[in-house]
């Protein structure tokens, strides 16, 4: 059982009433920030699309007492297999980011992956909840030195694994922001980098707002990770490839994201991503998931589809925009209750009886409605 009582009010009894507490709290330029995604946005619905291409193939009468959704990531203990992304920018949210968002963790008994383009330090998130910041994300851009220099402060810090997130080495064609002109604020990214001025930030960032920016390639990653002895991942895969690529190039999981549809658009759906990278992975390495999570049944899917744990973005900056930790914690509970509803729904003892047979393709009618339907 989580151990914790999150607040449940009006503006946080369910997950889409919270997502609309939080856009209606933020102004309309950081609200688009938020829900946009790149281009058309055609990645961005098919994320959500793809979910309700499945139904469940639901089991009776199982005899099962009260399912156990605990598991474990790279021997991180989590209460359910739920992280928090890496989400920068997150004081546009709410002052206290990252740091309420890892407090939130710690109560529900998940952890967070901290963002290194945050508005905290990492060594800050890790002080406020370190049972929670157990693994720090980096950018494998930008000047080799800085990048070795993080990797010292992560293992200083006491962080557990590092997350690479791979799939941004410029940043995504994001039009709300350019009908807006949202010009981002410096101290919501620089975290990390406060203290060595703005052209430390620009010498590290900078290419994400150029787009003929330098791409690191997995050997020249391979180099630079043999030199912690932190177990790590690539965020952002989205093809068998590179699910064996970065495999061959020391990661110890597999991480399929297509960063929520806010990079390029056009990918497939990361979930039919993921059936492919389970595919070639053949369960010699974990899973990680995100993109188009909006609620528990939507975690129970991608589980029976591959991952062995589900990372939630938007949801969690939803909960941070509406209540701040509290809200977080609305957000995790939520979500715990649910996941285990669906289990016990489906006659699933524990995450670890899902599979492909825990579902079924529901035919275009189905979807049709079940869009029409979501939020």
């Known amino acids: 059982m989580v151990a914790f ?6 503006e946080l009894a369910t997950l889409s009433q919270i997502r609309r507490t939080a856009l209606s709290r933020l102004s309309p330029e950081v ?23 499945w139904g469940f193939r639901q089991r009776v009468m199982s005899g099962l007492a009260t399912p156990d959704i605990s598991t474990a990531l790279l021997g991180i203990d989590l209460a359910m297999p739920v992280l928090t992304s890496p989400f920068g920018a997150d004081g ?5 980011g990252q740091k309420a968002v890892a407090r939130a963790n710690l109560n529900a008994g998940i952890a967070s992956i901290v ?18 910041a157990r693994i720090a994300q980096l950018h494998p ?11 010292h402060r992560i293992e200083d810090a006491g962080y557990e694994a590092i997350c690479l997130t791979v799939d941004c080495p410029t940043g995504g064609w994001r039009e709300r922001v350019l009908r807006n002109a949202f010009d981002l604020d410096a101290r919501y990214v620089n975290g990390n980098y406060r203290n060595d001025g703005e052209t430390k930030l620009i010498e590290v960032f900078g290419q994400l707002f150029e787009r003929c920016a330098t ?12 030199e912690t002895a932190l177990p ?11 699910a064996l690529a970065s495999e061959a190039a020391g990661a110890s999981a597999v991480y399929v994201s297509n960063h929520g549809g806010r990079q390029l658009d056009g990918v497939p759906a990361a979930l039919d991503a993921l059936i492919e990278v389970r595919e070639v992975i053949e369960g010699r390495l974990p899973i990680l998931f995100d993109s188009g999570v909006r609620r528990g049944a939507d975690v129970v899917k991608a ?22 930790q509290a809200g977080v914690e609305r957000v995790h509970s939520l979500l715990y209750d649910e996941i285990r509803t669906v289990l016990t729904l489906l006659g699933r003892g524990g995450v670890d009886e899902l599979g492909p047979d825990s579902l079924v393709r529901l035919g275009a009618s189905a979807v049709s409605e079940a869009l029409l339907t979501a939020h």
């Not at 546009?92 to 206290?96: A, K």
């Not at 930008?142 to 220099?149: I, L, T």
Request: charged share 20%; aromatic share 8%.
């Open 31 to 53: 609200a688009d920030f938020l829900e946009g995604g790149a281009g058309d946005e055609t990645t961005l619905a098919a994320n959500r699309s793809a979910f309700a291409r």
């Open 141 to 151: 851009m930008g000047p080799e030195a800085n990048f070795r220099h993080m990797l």
């Open 5 to 10: 009582k999150s607040v449940s009010t009006p």
């Open 215 to 226: 791409v690191w390639s997995w050997e020249r990653l391979a180099g630079l990770m043999n």
């Open 303 to 324: 589980l029976a589809l591959g991952a062995d744990v589900v990372v939630i973005g938007r949801l969690a900056a939803y909960g941070l925009a509406a209540g701040g």
């Open 115 to 132: 963002p290194e383009a945050g508005t905290h330090a990492l060594e800050d998130v890790a002080e406020a909840a370190p049972k929670a």
């Open 232 to 242: 790590w991942f690539a965020k952002g895969i989205m093809t068998p490839e590179d």
């Open 92 to 96: 546009l949210f709410h002052p206290e």
